[in-house]
């Protein structure tokens, strides 16, 4: 009898391990998905002001963006399996987005890292 409480309390805890691990990679993927939709924003914003971009495809860019960012707003409130079902659609649509953008002759590679967020060198 008590080996199969230990069973069950082994069960259970690799059921919660998983299930932190599942949350903990989707936060991640949320991170990475708003990162990457500011960033397509910024250059979508940039590629109009150096005239690369027209007012009408900004507005379109800035259509889609506006919609990602409620995709991942709405996956806040979502329970895990939901979340990360509308992660992967609003990461799927950036690729969309990242895909309009270059057919428009947008530079759309993510910015290097500012220096002040590097390590700093240790002399």
Same mark, same amino acid.
């Given at each position: 009898?008590?080996?199969v ?8 805890? %690799? =059921?919660?391990?998983a *299930?932190? +691990?599942?949350?903990?990679s989707s936060?991640?993927a949320?991170? @990475?998905a708003?990162? $990457?939709n500011?960033?397509l924003? %910024? =250059?979508?914003?940039? *590629?109009? +002001?150096a005239?690369k971009l027209?007012?009408?495809?900004l507005a @379109?860019?800035l259509? $889609? ?11 806040? +409130?979502e329970?895990?399996?939901n979340?990360?079902?509308t992660?992967?659609s609003?990461?799927?649509?950036l ?16 910015a ?8 700093m060198k240790?002399?």
């Open positions: 009898m008590k080996s409480y230990v069973s069950i309390q082994l069960l259970l805890f %690799v =059921a919660l391990l *299930a932190c +691990t599942t949350l903990g936060d991640k949320w991170g @990475e708003m990162t $990457r500011t960033q924003r %910024v =250059a979508s914003s940039q *590629a109009t +002001t005239g027209s007012k009408a495809d @379109e860019a259509k $889609r963006n506006d919609e990602i960012r409620a995709l991942l707003d709405r996956s806040q +409130t329970n895990s399996v979340r990360t079902v992660v992967n609003a990461r799927s649509k690729t969309e987005l990242e895909n309009f953008l270059k057919s428009k002759g947008v530079e759309t590679a993510p290097s890292q500012p220096k002040s967020s590097q390590p240790k002399e």
